[in-house]
């Protein structure tokens, strides 16, 4: 069994079962044996399923996946606007350039997509023999990649690509990766993944080249302990060490280079986070509490802005704007 990460120790703390090897990379996870909370108890307003006020698709909006619903709000001052329920682990979140964003639940083994500030999925795609995570969006081809952690057998992952987010996926592995999860394009379309080898105690990180058939193995100077999430922030491609530091690398066919580091203070166990210009958004489940971060960014340091109404364990941030992305 893998070393978990924060975002799978928030579940499978349920079952009891933690491997004593995490204790380093311990987070905050709902207590064992813990039932599912109610929206009430979540710090969500009181609505039963579903829902989005009604200006909400007029506004650039956050989205954030929690451990079993997704919370929306106005985006940047952070008003919660709306609540997408109906899912069990809705691990992974990625936006289009028409602003619909994508939502993965593991547990279902589907990739939902919703419109801009809607509360009902408007397709579909299921991914059966896998539990998929993290997902991008390519730039240029509006292809949806998808981080497949494992197989629904156990057995190693992949990255299962959707052409223009529609049908069956073309699938990819890395040689040395078994546990898959997060990626990111860059703007010229490469897609990049990280995880975990067999086993569970190295870290991975693989580049599948724009037009590539097959998923290169690279390996990342510096010191990345557990999988974060990866975003292009317009210059480099930004790597989290799933802790409170994200990494920038630039690549060329000779491999990658440190270009900085970005310490985020108070934060810890950090999923997929966004990057917005010079702003940082950090789903955090540090033991001090589950809430989402704004950092200044590349900078780093203290948080400028923290969220708490409706977050509970959150794994994935993500900004929609109104009217597609500018």
Request: hydrophobic letters at 35%.
């Amino acid at each position: 069994m893998a070393f978990l990460n924060p975002i799978r120790r928030a579940i499978v703390a349920y079952a009891a079962v933690v491997l004593a090897a995490c204790a380093g990379n311990q987070g905050a996870v709902p207590p064992p044996g813990a039932a599912k909370p109610s929206e009430k108890a979540l710090g969500v307003h009181v609505r039963h399923g579903s829902w989005m006020l009604p200006q909400a698709k007029n506004e650039d909006l956050l989205y954030v996946s929690n451990v079993y619903t997704v919370t929306v709000y106005s985006y940047p001052q952070g008003q919660l606007v709306g609540t997408l329920s109906n899912f069990y682990k809705p691990y992974g979140l990625c936006a289009d350039k028409a602003g619909d964003v994508y939502v993965t639940d593991t547990t279902f083994a589907k990739i939902y997509e919703y419109k801009h500030g809607g509360t009902k999925p408007i397709a579909t795609l299921k991914d059966p023999q896998y539990q998929p995570e993290g997902c991008a969006i390519d730039p240029i081809t509006g292809d949806l990649a998808v981080a497949n952690y494992e197989s629904a057998e156990d057995y190693p992952g992949n990255v299962a690509v959707y052409r223009k987010a529609r049908g069956f996926p073309r699938s990819y592995i890395a040689q040395t990766m078994y546990y898959y999860y997060f990626c990111g394009y860059d703007d010229k379309g490469n897609l990049y993944v990280d995880g975990l080898n067999n086993g569970g105690f190295g870290f991975e990180f693989a580049e599948l080249h724009k037009g590539g058939d097959y998923l290169k193995n690279i390996i990342l100077p510096g010191s990345i302990n557990f999988p974060g999430g990866i975003e292009w922030d317009g210059q480099y491609v930004a790597v989290g060490d799933d802790q409170s530091t994200i990494d920038r690398f630039s690549f060329t066919p000779s491999g990658a280079t440190l270009e900085g580091s970005t310490v985020l203070d108070g934060a810890g166990n950090v999923g997929q986070f966004w990057i917005d210009g010079s702003t940082l958004i950090a789903p955090n489940q540090f033991a001090s509490g589950s809430n989402v971060l704004f950092y200044n960014y590349p900078s780093g340091g203290a948080a400028t802005q923290t969220l708490t109404d409706g977050v509970f364990y959150p794994v994935n941030a993500v900004v929609s704007p109104a009217g597609g992305r500018r």
